[in-house]
């Protein structure tokens, strides 16, 4: 459940990141504000069972490449060497999901 979490954070920070490019009026800047506490929020939740340090490169990795993909879906322009980082960094993304364990919910977590 909590990288569930990590998850829906991090597709927050693309759709509040992606947004910033288009924000002209407070009511958009609004919205920002309130997508970016909140995607934090999940984040510093996910801290409960995650260590921070693997949920966060999570999180980042997954705002990363999604706010990348979005731009291209919106006609900026790429290359092959940006794809070809980018797919290193998504496995870097998944090694760090699958090498991290979840702290035990009765303990302190593991040193």
Excluded at 85 to 109: H, P, Q, R
Aim: glycine letters at 12%.
């Amino acid at each position: 459940m909590s990288w569930l979490i990590v998850i829906i954070a991090g597709f927050l920070e693309v759709v509040w990141a992606s947004a910033l490019k288009h924000a002209d009026s407070f009511s958009d800047w609004l919205i920002i504000l309130l997508l970016i506490a909140v995607s934090f929020l999940l984040l510093i939740c996910s801290y409960r069972k995650i260590p921070m340090a693997s949920a966060y490169t999570v999180f980042v990795g997954i705002g990363t490449a999604g706010t990348y993909l979005t731009g291209i879906f919106l006609g900026e322009s790429f290359s092959g060497g940006q794809i070809f980082f980018l797919a290193l960094l998504l496995a870097g993304i998944v090694g760090m999901k699958i090498f991290t364990k979840e702290k035990n919910a009765g303990s302190g977590g593991e040193h």
